[in-house]
T-cell receptor, first 114, second 116 residues
Framework: KQEVTQIPAALSVPEGENLVLNCSFT??????LQWFRQDPGKGLTSLLL?????REQTSGRLNASLDKSSGRSTLYIAASQPGDSATYLCAVKGYGGATNKLIFGTGTLLAVQP | GAGVSQSPRYKVAKRGQDVALRCDPI?????LFWYQQALGQGPEFLTYFQNEAQLDKSGLPSDRFFAERPEGSVSTLKIQRTQQEDSAVYLC??????????????FGPGTRLTVT
């Protein structure tokens, strides 16, 4: 059974710092991995999608890497801003059946202090 | 529409009441997913539709939960005889192709259900 773990559970950094969020998964047979952002009381906003054949994806100040063999992904945020404060969730889409549902981690709550 | 929409955004129900939650996926999206997110947790899969066919309902926690998508677009998640443990945010997502693909899932804003 696929399990997704995110470390740390919470992180507080001063504005301008670069930071790394970690995601690990137990079954390397995945279709892809997605990083999401969730603001309080809101739905999920997709940040980056990495297909299983890819090693990394970049969007603006965000860079996500994927090491499928070791079951790890990292989300790197450069020059953090207070507006980056949110919960960051990673999710893997596995093989098997017709569904390929997303399996989520419990998230990392990020606070960027001005 | 521009994105996935859900209604109502907030619902308060007394224990034992039935509720119905609506999801409007992105137009033309084949796949539709329902997830349940408890406070402080990541979303957990409930059920999946490919067009009007419910292909996976393995995540539904009990037979009080029922979902439908009769015309392959709008979906309704119904919870009968609500219990306090049903309190959560219910998220709907859609993707362009069938489930067994690398397509990105797009999420709605969710419905926050509180059972008192």
């Amino acid at each position: 059974k696929q399990e997704v773990t995110q470390i740390p559970a919470a992180l507080s950094v001063p504005e301008g710092e670069n930071l790394v969020l970690n995601c690990s998964f137990t079954d390397s047979a995945i279709y892809n991995l997605q990083w999401f952002r969730q603001d309080p009381g809101k739905g999920l906003t997709s940040l980056l999608l990495i297909q299983s054949s890819q090693r990394e994806q970049t969007s603006g100040r965000l860079n996500a890497s994927l090491d499928k063999s070791s079951g790890r992904s990292t989300l790197y945020i450069a020059a953090s801003q207070p507006g980056d404060s949110a919960t960051y969730l990673c999710a893997v889409k596995g093989y098997g059946g017709a569904t390929n549902k997303l399996i989520f981690g419990t998230g990392t709550l990020l606070a960027v202090q001005p | 529409g521009a994105g996935v929409s859900q209604s109502p955004r907030y619902k308060v129900a007394k224990r034992g009441q039935d509720v119905a939650l609506r999801c409007d996926p992105i137009s033309g999206h084949v796949s539709l997913f329902w997830y349940q997110q408890a406070l402080g947790q990541g979303p957990e899969f409930l059920t999946y539709f490919q067009n009007e066919a419910q292909l996976d309902k393995s995540g539904l926690p009990s037979d009080r939960f029922f979902a439908e998508r009769p015309e392959g677009s709008v979906s309704t998640l119904k919870i009968q005889r609500t219990q306090q443990e049903d309190s959560a945010v219910y998220l709907c997502a859609s993707s362009l192709s069938r489930g067994a693909s690398g397509d990105e899932q797009y999420f709605g804003p969710g419905t926050r259900l509180t059972v008192t």
